[in-house]
């Protein structure tokens, strides 16, 4: 047996933790030999559910957890932490767009930077879910100076395979057909799924379906469909969440075939401001992840893309005080 892994789960009592936890648990993030001390945050007055949670997991006698730590206390949640997972935040309501939950929720990000910088492994990898996603790893980033900046990431995952089933459906393949999907940018409606490098079964995505679906039907639905899940559930998503952070930890720590979609700091990369963090095509090998270059963009992906990153910017000046 390997030796165990230390997971931080923040908002372990919440919904999509609920399901986080227990996949994370079974195996289905790091592998069926790989055993992992869970390191669980609530706040006070959650304690008590997420001491239920903690009960339901020791219930399931999974033989990977070694150990279960249930705390309030950031710095011990993220005590020599490998992986980082930040799910504890407001989620938003009906009406609301994710940039209205950053007065909420920008503060937790802050604190929970600097007891990653002070208390995690060095080689912590971190991954924001709590809205919005983007703009709070940045948050978390800044506040932990002595960790690279790279350690930081945000979830489009969901937004990547919300695209995936999208596309498959259309065309009438599997979603293990379609291969080379990109979400450019935030988590939020401003996000552009592009399809130009995309093909399914072999063959371009643009030669299968009409331009109008692409620009009137697939762009507005993959960008809305966070607010049709709550429309329709009358809470945000909760287990596509969890299994697209599942997803998103397994490929960066196992390394996975194909391009997949990652929020991480831009690095000036096709154009992009340097340091927001951006949704981009990445390739994950060997522990790793790096953006996938060389794609042209033609007119209509250059304004998609400047769009999505000038919300991204003005997220960014809204919590300038926070940024150290
Ligand atoms: N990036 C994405 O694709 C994506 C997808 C779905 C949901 N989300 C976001 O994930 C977040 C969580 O969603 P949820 O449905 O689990 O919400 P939830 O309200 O069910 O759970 C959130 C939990 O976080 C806890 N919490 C709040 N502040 C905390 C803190 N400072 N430290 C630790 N825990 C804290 C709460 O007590 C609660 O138990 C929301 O912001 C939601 O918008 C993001
Ligand atoms: O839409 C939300 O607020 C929740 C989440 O970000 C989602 O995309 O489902």
Same mark, same amino acid.
């Given at each position: 047996m390997k030796d165990p892994v230390r997971i931080a789960i923040t908002g372990g009592a919440g919904q999509i933790s609920y399901s986080l936890i227990f996949r994370i648990a079974a195996g289905d993030m790091l592998g069926p030999d790989q055993p992992v001390i869970l390191q669980l945050l609530e706040i006070p007055q959650a304690m008590d559910a997420l001491n239920g949670v903690v009960m339901e997991v020791n219930d399931c %006698?999974?033989?990977?957890?070694q150990d279960i730590v249930a705390t309030d206390d950031p710095n011990v949640a993220f005590k020599d932490a490998d992986f980082a997972l930040l799910v504890g935040a407001r989620p938003r309501g009906p009406g609301m767009e994710r940039k209205d939950l950053l007065e909420a929720n920008a503060a937790i990000f802050s604190v929970q930077g600097k007891a990653l910088n002070d208390h995690a492994s060095r080689d912590v990898r971190v991954l924001v879910?709590?809205?919005?996603?983007n703009t709070n790893a940045l948050i978390a980033s800044c506040n932990a100076p002595d960790l690279d900046a790279g350690q930081f990431t945000a979830m489009t995952r969901l937004d990547h395979n919300r695209a995936l089933t999208q596309l498959a459906q259309k065309t009438g393949k599997h979603v293990s057909d379609v291969d080379s999907m990109i979400i450019w940018g935030?988590?939020? %409606?401003?996000q552009y799924p592009d399809l130009a490098q995309c093909k399914v079964d072999g063959k371009a995505a643009f030669d299968l379906v009409e331009r109008d679906w692409y620009e009137n039907d697939f762009i507005p639905t993959v960008q809305q469909r966070g607010a049709a899940i709550i429309k329709a559930r009358?809470?945000?998503?909760?287990a596509s969440a969890a299994s697209s952070a599942i997803d998103h930890m397994r490929d960066w720590a196992l390394g996975c075939d194909g391009i997949v979609s990652m929020a991480i700091p831009s690095d000036?990369?096709?154009g992009i401001e340097e340091g927001i963090i951006y949704s981009y095509p990445v390739r994950c090998q060997g522990g790793k992840y790096e953006i996938v270059q060389g794609f042209e963009l033609d007119a209509f992906s250059k304004e998609k893309m400047q769009a999505t990153e000038k919300e991204l910017r003005e997220e960014r000046a809204a919590v300038e005080h926070l940024l150290g």
């Open positions: %006698a999974f033989p990977l957890v879910v709590g809205n919005p996603a935030n988590h939020s %409606a401003t009358g809470a945000s998503s909760a000036g990369s096709y």
